[in-house]
């Protein structure tokens, strides 16, 4: 045993390896010291050391000095895993070495030399290369994209969709369908806040442009072929947003009647009540509970009222029940009032029945 390495364990602290029965006498051992180097180049104190044995389930640990130096002795010949743990208990590094019998073998562990070779490597690789490059750039995507999200909220939509054009030549795959979503749901929003009928009209056309350019990537997307249809009874086409609506419906069921409701809507809004009707009627059917589809289906059916010589109103089959029903599930909600007025024109009564008590 050398004078170098005993005044090193005076100095450090032995670690003697927990001896097993198949292992040899202390006599045919070896054992490791050296230093650790941190990441910063510098020696790492009072860091923890596993050692652990590559062929059979063992290991064991030490613990360096304050001056980064560490010394394990008392292991069989075999092959080691060294492996340095940081403060929070992860694994930094490891470097496997063949340890034979005699004196320790002499090994620094140096993290900062390692991580540089490793950034080396990589540098070189074309792969690595390759996923940096998109790292890069799916960065500046997100940061055009987050430009043109502000611009959106604060309603300035013309701006916002420049702003996402300029994100498509780095926007690939799923983030390219994103990013074609976003343009056509700001162009319509653009063409709805546009005065001007012939820039509206151009907004429009950029819109439908995009959504079908998502469609063709994804045409099984039940949110973009409701979108689609909002625009198609934007621009006067009542056929073709109830084509898409359904499509909607038919994609996502879970979600239908909300599509028939949002179709029912927007007809309402354009005073097509025989269609609103129909769509509305869909939305109660597939979910009784939703509130806001039952007082526009009586608005709806409002539209549809007849009236005698006499002046009196002949309400179509349905309609009182639809506010009936709304007032039943929202007898509190923001239309309550209105639908009690249209009862109470229709029949000439008020419906209070729905109305809630205050609990004492």
């Given at each position: ?70 010394v394990y002795i008392g292991l069989a010949p075999g092959e080691y895993n060294l492996i340095v743990v940081g403060p929070d208990g992860k694994d930094l590094y490891t470097e496997s070495h063949k340890i034979g019998v005699g004196d320790p073998m002499e090994i620094t562990l140096d993290l900062a030399k390692a991580m540089q070779q490793q950034q080396k490597e990589q540098a070189s690789n074309p792969e690595y290369q390759k996923q940096v490059a998109e790292q890069k750039q799916t960065q500046s995507l997100k940061q055009v994209f987050d430009q043109g999200t502000a611009l959106y909220n604060a309603k ?205």
């Amino acid at each position: 045993m050398s004078a170098s390495w005993v005044r090193r364990i005076l100095a450090v602290g032995i670690v003697f390896a927990a001896l097993l029965p198949c292992l040899p006498a202390f006599g045919q051992t070896g054992g490791v010291e050296g230093k650790v180097i941190g990441p910063d180049g510098k020696p790492m104190a009072n860091c923890v050391i596993r050692v652990e044995r590559k062929d059979i389930h063992w290991g064991n640990k030490t613990k360096a000095n304050k001056k980064g130096e560490f010394v394990y002795i008392g292991l069989a010949p075999g092959e080691y895993n060294l492996i340095v743990v940081g403060p929070d208990g992860k694994d930094l590094y490891t470097e496997s070495h063949k340890i034979g019998v005699g004196d320790p073998m002499e090994i620094t562990l140096d993290l900062a030399k390692a991580m540089q070779q490793q950034q080396k490597e990589q540098a070189s690789n074309p792969e690595y290369q390759k996923q940096v490059a998109e790292q890069k750039q799916t960065q500046s995507l997100k940061q055009v994209f987050d430009q043109g999200t502000a611009l959106y909220n604060a309603k300035q939509y013309s701006d916002a969709a420049a702003k996402y054009e300029e994100g498509l030549p780095l926007a690939k795959d799923k983030n390219l369908l994103i990013v074609e979503a976003r343009l056509a749901d700001t162009w319509a929003k653009a063409g709805g806040a546009d005065p001007n009928p012939d820039t509206r009209k151009a907004d429009q056309a950029k819109a439908l442009d995009y959504y079908q350019k998502v469609l063709t990537g994804d045409p099984g997307d039940a949110q973009i072929h409701n979108n689609l249809g909002s625009l198609y009874a934007d621009m006067g086409k009542p056929d073709d947003a109830t084509t898409e609506f359904k499509k909607a419906a038919e994609l996502d069921p879970t979600h239908a009647s909300g599509y028939y409701f949002n179709l029912g809507a927007i007809m309402v809004n354009k005073s097509q009540m025989d269609q609103a009707a129909e769509a509305l009627k869909k939305a109660t059917d597939l979910d009784p509970s939703n509130a806001q589809a039952w007082y526009w289906l009586g608005t709806a059916l409002m539209g549809k009222a007849q009236y005698k010589p006499d002046g009196t109103v002949v309400a179509a089959p349905g309609t009182v029940e639809a506010f009936q029903t709304y007032l039943k599930l929202q007898p509190n909600g923001p239309n309550a009032a209105a639908a009690q007025a249209s009862i109470q024109a229709l029949t000439g009564k008020e419906n209070l029945s729905y109305s809630t008590k205050k609990k004492n």
